[in-house]
T-cell receptor
């Protein structure tokens, strides 16, 4: 089946630094990828929708200058948390569609646990 | 704005019990509804997907039902096992977009 690889699985960084998270579709081309954030014991909240070759679409309340998304190829999307602060500590998960259309299943990465000290 | 609610938030049962997890949503204009499993610190595993025109889906010991008009779905787990312990999330895909909107999940513990 379709596999989405997310890296790193865990990262600890100091406040003020930037962190990049990669999301790769290993055996399919993903024209659309989604980035979610999950706080402890809470649900996944959609942050942004990433389309290959175009700017990401951010959900209301998500700072696009803080969470930079790049979808430069059909198999890779990156999320960069800029000038991270402790409140950015969370679990970030990406997902990708294997083809266009509402019937396309979503495949999820295993997530990245970000801790900002 | 679509809101997805899951009840109960947490559930602890002895091994072998049959159980029901509930999911409700406020906007019935959904394309499909999906149930996922999430293990601690991990990503999501899709369990069952029900199209808006369907009433239920079954996979092994799992059965999911959908009543779109009333905005409800249930996930039935038969003969629960300790390996079923995880968080179960329901999510709806809206008719108008590709966005999945998740509920807050039910944390299930099946005691040996």
């Amino acid at each position: 089946g379709a596999v989405v690889s997310q890296h790193p699985s865990r990262v600890i960084c100091k406040s003020g630094t930037s962190v990049k998270i990669e999301c790769r579709s290993l055996d399919f081309q993903a024209t659309t990828m989604f980035w979610y954030r999950q706080f402890p014991k809470q649900s996944l909240m959609l942050m942004a929708t990433s389309n290959e070759g175009s700017k990401a679409t951010y959900e209301q309340g998500v700072e696009k200058d803080k969470f930079l998304i790049n979808h430069a190829s059909l198999t890779l999307s990156t999320l960069t948390v800029t000038s991270a602060h402790p409140e950015d500590s969370s679990f970030y998960i990406c997902s990708a569609r294997s083809f266009q259309g509402m019937d396309s299943p979503l495949h999820f990465g295993n997530g990245t646990r970000l801790t900002v000290t | 704005k679509q809101e997805v609610t899951q009840i109960p938030a947490a559930l602890s049962v002895p091994e072998g019990e049959n159980l029901v997890l509930n999911c409700s949503f406020t906007d019935s204009a959904i394309y499909n509804l999906q149930w996922f499993r999430q293990d601690p610190g991990k990503g999501l595993t899709s369990l069952l997907l029900i199209q808006s025109s369907q009433r239920e889906q079954t996979s092994g010991r799992l059965n999911a039902s959908l009543d779109k008009s009333s905005g409800r779905s249930t996930l039935y787990i038969a003969a629960s096992q300790p390996g079923d312990s995880a968080t179960y999330l329901c999510a709806v895909l809206m008719d108008s977009s590709y966005k999945l909107i998740f509920g807050s999940g039910t944390r299930l513990l099946v005691r040996p």
